[in-house]
């Protein structure tokens, strides 16, 4: 009797395992909780939903600017160069004496999420602006699903940290 449930047992285990093939013979994986909508919809929320003080709702609202990283800035804003990714965004100030970035890039399907966070983790350099810099205790680099966050900033860390953390739920 123990052989034959055994035998089912194998034999369900086999079905189901042909059951979640591709056409290419990989198996897939179940969907994770990346974020919906682009990158810009994405930050906006960030910047809308955050607890910020008033001072620096002025600085979303009029000093930021929005700037797609390419292939060739890369380097710039994630900190090293060859990074795969499908798509990223910068928001940083057009002038300013304080120093400020945010990034956040959607990886390429099967990429591997927690290299690409710790070579940006380690690479990313928080003097890269001419006479400012954030201290190196105020980077953050988190992922939701397949959206990778960077926030080099001295200032509302926490605040938009937590904010963008909030759209996984």
Not at 55 to 78: A, C, K, N, P
Request: aromatic residues 8%; hydrophobic residues 40%.
């Amino acid at each position: 009797m123990k052989k034959v449930i055994l035998a089912l047992m194998v034999f369900t285990l086999s079905i189901s395992m042909l059951a979640c093939q591709t056409e290419n013979g990989s198996t897939t994986t179940p969907p994770d909780n990346n974020l919906e909508g682009s990158l810009e919809s994405i930050l906006e929320s960030i910047y809308q939903n955050a607890d910020v003080d008033e001072s620096f709702r002025d600085f979303i609202d009029e000093g930021l600017y929005t700037t797609e990283i390419t292939t060739d800035r890369v380097g710039y804003f994630l900190g090293k160069e060859g990074i795969e990714y499908e798509e990223g965004i910068a928001s940083e100030p057009v002038m300013s004496t304080s120093a400020y970035s945010l990034c956040l890039i959607r990886v390429k399907d099967g990429a591997d999420i927690e290299q690409i966070k710790n070579d940006i983790a380690e690479n990313v350099d928080p003097m890269k602006w001419i006479c400012v810099g954030v201290d190196p205790s105020n980077i953050i680099v988190d992922n939701i699903g397949d959206v990778v966050f960077l926030l080099m900033s001295d200032f509302q860390t926490q605040a938009l940290y937590d904010s963008f953390l909030a759209l996984a739920d």
